[in-house]
């Protein structure tokens, strides 16, 4: 189709009529509703497009970091923060009397008591997450201690041992340091005579560690996060004292001590201290029921050496919270820790804080658990017979005594204000100074 010539066009619009003043009124109005209709129009899209923009917005993640998860010291499970890995240190520490009262034990995350000759008891303090600058006084090695320290795989210090005894700790994958052998951190101190005198260093100690011996230890014990998840306390008997026959001349005793929250220790009825007035105590105590052999060897005075038997399984009581709570220990080899297991096979935990483990003889010891008003639970039952009163001197002038073989319950108790005969346990004979 052609396009109209120019001439055309402008015919045409010469041809139009001109509007008229009302026409030209009339457009005006139309135009500016449009306008207004156009301008609704599009400030209805932008609201809703706006309106969508924000709903789909999520807003900025925070920029801070959660916290890291707490760090726990593997022997007491108290909260360590972050801390250079360094082994855990076994001091063998002397509690006879001319002992006493020793320097440094009270910092100790973990202390086992045994029986030595003549009924003396000495400890294995095992220290980790507190240092003291000296620990002592030493002694020397018995054959019981492989089982209680190889789990830690760390450094054992010792003022000595037969040849035997030491060989076996190193056999265990410990590294033995001992005075006897010249190691560093070992000395004599002016204000105690011999053989009672010999001190640590314990930086000195740790500075000797050798490459296969840096790691920290691993944990010893199942302990809860928090003192109200240990298993005595959500489970247990309420309890007051444990009283305790290792011997006829070791007799420790404990006592709940609210304020506190921690077991009190006393030797016989003497408050157990350190060398600058403290009083030791610990959030637990763990009672082991285990059988006492003789190796057939004697010390260098003379004096039989026992060994205690830590393998196998046996009856356990376990304090914690001001209650106690009957277990089962059970140990496998001698790098395996000890386990505490409870009624319904589950372990049993312990309370965040210091330990302290009772080698209790089956046939001679006692365990004596009391109240100080009301009943007293008994708890050690290899043999799962039924606690029999009577046959041992109440804790804190009531209760009953647990006999080696007797099952988990509850004992009689005396009435308030009435005596009972409890028989004596047989006296000590005398025995030598063991070395």
């Not at 855990?88 to 020793?102: F, G, H, T, Y």
């Not at 320097?103 to 003396?120: K, R």
């Not at 265990?172 to 560093?184: I, K, Y």
């Amino acid at each position: 189709m052609a396009r109209p010539s120019s001439a055309a066009l402008r015919t045409d619009v010469r041809a139009r009529p001109r509007p008229t003043g009302r026409e030209r009124a009339r457009r005006r109005i139309g135009a500016a509703l449009l306008a207004g209709v156009a301008l609704t129009g599009t400030a209805s899209c932008a609201g809703s497009s706006d309106a969508a923009v924000a709903a789909t917005v999520t807003p900025p993640a925070s920029s801070t970091p959660p916290p890291p998860p707490p760090v726990y010291w593997p022997l007491t499970g108290l909260e360590s923060g972050t801390v250079p890995a360094h082994p855990a240190l076994a001091v063998k520490i002397e509690n006879s009397v001319d002992a006493r009262p020793q320097t440094g034990l009270g910092a100790a995350d973990v202390v086992w008591e045994q029986v030595v000759e003549g009924g003396i008891s000495r400890y294995v303090a095992v220290y980790h997450s507190t240092l003291p600058p000296q620990l002592g006084p030493v002694r020397s090695i018995r054959p019981m201690d492989p089982a209680i320290a190889a789990p830690l795989h760390g450094l054992f210090a010792a003022s000595g041992g037969q040849a035997g005894y030491v060989r076996d700790v190193a056999d265990a994958g410990l590294q033995v340091l001992t005075f006897d052998a010249g190691d560093d951190g070992f000395a004599r101190i002016a204000t105690r005579s011999a053989p009672h005198n010999v001190y640590v260093d314990t930086q000195a100690l740790l500075a000797q560690a050798d490459a296969t011996h840096l790691a920290d230890p691993a944990p010893q014990f199942d302990l809860a996060t928090t003192p109200d998840q240990a298993g005595a306390v959500l489970a247990g008997t309420p309890a007051s004292t444990l009283s305790l026959t290792l011997s006829g001349v070791s007799r420790p005793q404990w006592t709940w001590s609210a304020p506190e929250a921690r077991w009190l220790r006393a030797e016989g009825g003497t408050p157990a201290v350190e060398a600058d007035g403290a009083r030791l105590g610990a959030a637990n105590v763990v009672v082991l029921r285990v059988d006492v052999v003789s190796t057939g060897g004697v010390d260098p005075a003379g004096n039989p050496i026992p060994e205690i038997v830590l393998a196998g399984r046996g009856a356990a009581l376990v304090a914690s919270g001001g209650r106690t709570l009957p277990a089962t220990w059970v140990k496998g080899g001698v790098a395996d820790r000890v386990v505490l297991l409870g009624a319904d096979g589950n372990p049993v935990r312990l309370a965040p804080g210091r330990t302290w483990v009772e080698l209790v003889p089956n046939r001679g010891g006692a365990v004596t658990v009391g109240r100080i008003r009301g009943g007293v639970s008994c708890g050690t039952s290899p043999a799962g017979r039924t606690p029999r009163p009577g046959s041992g001197p109440p804790a804190a002038g009531r209760g009953c005594r647990c006999p080696p073989a007797s099952g988990a319950g509850r004992c009689s108790t005396p009435r308030a204000g009435r005596s009972s005969r409890w028989p004596s346990p047989p006296a000590a004979g005398p025995a030598r100074r063991p070395s």
